[in-house]
C-alpha cells in the first residue's frame, strides 16, 4: 500500500494513458462500425466477406501487428491503437449486423409503410432498437481492450503494463499486484458505465428485464456473437 | 378511387404473384380482398402504397399513378395496419401514434395532442399514452395501430389482416370498432384477411381471389352469398350461406304476430278465443309494461277456469328474443329455431314487445326480401 501511495504520481499519468490506449479504439470502432454494419444489412453480399475480414482482426496477434506497424508508425501510440481498433472491430461489427437483423420484420416493414426515409428508419428505428446488442459488443470491445493495453508494453507503450514489466524484471509483485488491480477495476467501472448507458437509452427495455413481481434483474448479454465470429 | 389497370405482379423466376388485375376500390367504402394463402391478396394491397412495385399495368390514386409520387411521400398520406401490429418497441403509445405526423413536421406538442385525441377514437385509455407497446394486451396493440394508420387523416386506409393475431372474441371487437369507425370516418379501407366471415361481416364490397392472383368475383357480399360466380366462390364461401345471407335483411321487415300478445291480467276465457282466431297453439303473456314473461299452452288454458288471468297458468320461458329494429332476419330465425314453441319473440330497444314471429311469418318476410334483392341486383 505505502508503495502504491508513494508511487500515486506515476501510477495516475500511467492510469490516465491506459483508458487513453484502451478506449480510443472503441471510439475509433463504433465510429467505423455502425456504418459498415448498416452497409452490410443493407447491402447483403457485403456481409461475407467483411464477416472474414473482421476474423482475422480477431485472429492476428497483437504482437505481429505491432512490429509490421512500428516501421511506418514508429514508437507513438498509434502502433498500439491501431491493431486494438482492428480487434474492437472484429467484435463490434459482427453486433452491429446481429443488432440491425435483431429488429423484427414488421417492425421495419411498418417504418417503411410509414413513409420513412431509408436514412431516417435506420436512425430512428432500427439503431435504437439494436442498441442493446450494440452495446453488448461495446462491453466485451471495451473490457478486451482494457485488458490488451497492457501488451503494448513490449513496444514501451503500454500504460498500467509498465508496471507488469517493471514488477516482473525488479521481481517486486506488489507492483505486479496493484497494477492488476487497477486494470480489474478500470474494467468493471467501463463495463458498469456501459450498463448504465444500455438502461438510459433502452428505457423500453427496463420492464422486460424484470421479472414478473419481482425486483431482480436477469442479466441479459445478448448476441455477443464475436466469439462464434472469431 | 383506387384504380388497377390490367396490374401484373410477376417475381423473379416466373411466379406470377397477381395476373392482369383490374379492379375499382370507390371512394368512402371498405373493400375487402378475401382468398386462400398465396392468391396475391397482400401483394394486391402492399402494390398501392408501393411496398411491392408492379411489374406491368398501372395504379392510379384519384386517378393520378402512384408511381409519380416519391414512395415516401405517397406513403404518408396512406394509412397501414399489419396483423403484427408492427408497433415500434423503443416508443411510446402516443409517440407510436404520432408516427407520420411527426414525419410530417408537426411540432410535438401538437403531434402528441392529436395521438391523444386518436386513443379517444379507437377506445384507448388516456393513461396508457406513455407506456410501451409491450405493456399492452394484442388487442390494444392493434387498435394503436389503427390510431396510428389513420393519425395524419389519410383518405387511404390499407389493412393487412389486421385481426388474425388475436383470439376470437377480441377479433370480434375490433370488426365491430372497424365498422363503427368507418361508419364515422368514411375511409377509402382495403382490408385483407382470409376469413371469409370477417369478409362478409366487414366488408361493403369483397373481392374473392382464385389461388393465383386473379379475381373470381367482386361484389356485396349479400350478392356474393346470393350468387356466387362459379364453384370456386360458392365453396369458398362455405357452408350455410343462405343463412348467412340473412344477415343481410333487417328483421323490421318482418309482419309480426300481435293478436297473441296478451298482459298478464287477461282473462284466461279472452286468451283462448284470441289463440283460436290467430291459429296459435301458444299465447305470449307480458308484463303491464309489455315485457315479456312467457308463453302460455292454447291446452293449458282449456283445462282452466275462463275467468282466471293469465298471470295465474303456468308459463314456458320465452327463450332468445331479437331486437326488431337492429337485428337481422339471420337472429330472428336464429331465435325462432331456438324456442321450444317454434315461436319467437321481437322486441324493441327497450325490451318491450313488438310481437311474435313464426316460421310462415319469416317465409314471408324472406321471400320478399329476396325479390327485393333481385330487383335491385338487376337494377344496378
Not at chain 2, 390490367?6 to 404473384?17: C, D
Not at chain 2, 314453441?341 to 330497444?349: C, F, H, I, K, P
Request: aromatic residues 6%.
Amino acid at each position: 500500500m505505502s508503495w502504491a501511495w508513494g508511487n500515486r504520481g506515476l501510477l495516475a499519468h500511467y492510469l490516465v494513458q491506459h483508458l487513453y490506449l484502451a478506449l480510443t479504439p472503441v471510439l475509433f470502432g463504433i465510429i467505423v462500425a455502425v456504418p459498415v454494419g448498416v452497409m452490410c444489412v443493407r447491402y447483403r453480399w457485403t456481409w461475407p466477406p467483411i464477416l472474414s475480414l473482421t476474423s482475422i482482426f480477431y485472429a492476428l496477434p497483437s504482437l505481429a501487428l505491432f512490429s509490421v506497424l512500428i516501421d511506418y508508425t514508429g514508437l507513438t501510440d498509434w502502433t498500439v491503437i491501431i491493431p486494438l481498433t482492428l480487434f474492437s472491430l472484429s467484435v463490434l461489427i459482427p453486433n452491429v449486423v446481429d443488432g440491425l437483423r435483431s429488429v423484427p420484420a414488421p417492425v421495419r416493414q411498418a417504418a417503411d409503410a410509414m413513409g420513412f426515409g431509408s436514412l431516417r428508419r435506420v436512425i430512428q428505428v432500427e439503431l435504437p432498437l439494436a442498441m442493446p446488442v450494440i452495446i453488448a459488443g461495446l462491453r466485451v470491445a471495451t473490457v478486451s481492450s482494457i485488458s490488451l493495453v497492457s501488451v503494448g508494453q513490449l513496444i514501451g507503450i503500454g500504460g498500467l503494463g509498465y508496471f507488469l514489466v517493471d514488477g516482473v524484471q525488479r521481481d517486486f509483485p506488489t507492483e505486479i499486484y496493484t497494477a492488476l488491480i487497477l486494470i480489474l477495476i478500470l474494467a468493471l467501472l467501463a463495463d458498469t458505465v456501459l450498463v448504465l448507458l444500455r438502461r438510459w437509452v433502452t428505457p423500453w427495455e427496463a420492464g422486460r428485464r424484470v421479472r414478473p413481481g419481482s425486483r431482480i434483474l436477469t442479466a441479459t448479454w445478448r448476441g455477443t456473437s464475436a466469439g462464434d465470429a472469431a | 378511387m383506387i384504380t388497377f389497370e390490367s396490374v401484373t405482379k410477376r417475381y423473379p423466376g416466373g411466379t406470377v404473384a397477381v395476373d392482369a388485375l383490374d379492379l375499382q376500390i370507390p371512394d368512402g367504402r371498405t373493400m375487402v380482398l378475401v382468398g386462400p394463402s398465396g392468391c396475391g391478396k397482400t401483394t394486391t394491397l402492399r402494390m398501392i402504397n408501393r411496398l411491392i412495385e408492379p411489374s406491368e399495368g398501372r395504379i392510379l390514386l384519384d386517378g393520378q399513378d402512384i408511381m409519380q409520387t416519391r414512395a415516401a411521400q405517397l406513403r404518408r398520406g396512406i394509412g397501414y395496419v399489419i396483423q403484427q401490429t408492427g408497433l415500434f418497441p423503443h416508443r411510446t403509445i402516443e409517440d407510436n401514434i404520432a408516427t407520420v405526423p411527426l414525419l410530417n413536421g408537426w411540432p410535438k406538442a401538437r403531434a402528441r395532442e392529436r395521438a391523444r385525441e386518436l386513443m379517444d377514437l379507437v377506445g384507448l385509455d388516456a393513461g396508457m399514452a406513455r407506456r410501451y407497446p409491450y405493456q399492452l394486451s394484442g388487442g390494444q396493440q392493434q387498435r394503436v395501430g389503427v390510431a396510428r394508420a389513420l393519425a395524419a387523416d389519410p383518405p387511404v386506409l390499407l389493412m393487412d389482416e389486421p385481426f388474425s393475431a388475436v383470439d376470437p372474441i377480441v377479433r370480434g371487437t375490433l370488426q365491430d370498432e372497424l365498422i363503427r369507425l368507418q361508419a364515422e370516418l368514411r375511409k377509402t379501407v382495403v382490408l385483407v384477411t382470409h376469413d371469409v366471415e370477417e369478409a362478409i361481416k366487414v366488408g361493403d364490397q369483397v373481392a374473392v381471389f382464385y389461388p393465383h392472383g386473379k379475381v373470381a368475383q367482386i361484389d356485396t357480399p349479400e350478392q356474393l352469398l346470393g350468387a356466387p360466380a362459379d364453384d370456386y366462390v360458392e365453396n369458398f364461401l362455405g357452408f350455410d350461406r343462405g343463412i348467412r345471407r340473412l344477415a343481410f335483411f333487417p328483421a323490421v321487415g318482418l309482419d309480426l304476430g300481435t293478436g297473441t300478445v296478451l298482459a298478464a291480467d287477461t282473462p284466461v276465457g279472452q286468451a283462448r278465443q284470441a289463440a283460436k282466431r290467430a291459429g296459435e297453439s301458444w299465447v305470449l303473456v307480458t308484463s303491464a309494461e309489455r315485457l315479456p314473461r312467457g308463453w302460455a299452452a292454447l291446452a293449458e288454458l282449456e283445462s282452466r277456469d275462463g275467468h282466471e288471468v293469465l298471470g295465474q297458468v303456468p308459463l314456458a320461458p320465452y327463450g332468445h328474443t331479437f331486437r326488431v329494429s337492429q337485428d337481422s332476419l339471420r337472429a330472428a330465425l336464429d331465435a325462432t329455431v331456438l324456442s321450444r314453441t317454434g315461436l319467437a319473440v321481437g322486441v324493441d330497444d327497450e325490451g318491450r314487445v313488438v310481437g311474435v314471429t313464426s316460421y310462415e311469418r319469416l317465409r314471408a318476410a324472406i321471400q320478399a326480401a329476396e325479390e327485393a334483392a333481385d330487383s335491385e341486383g338487376a337494377g344496378a
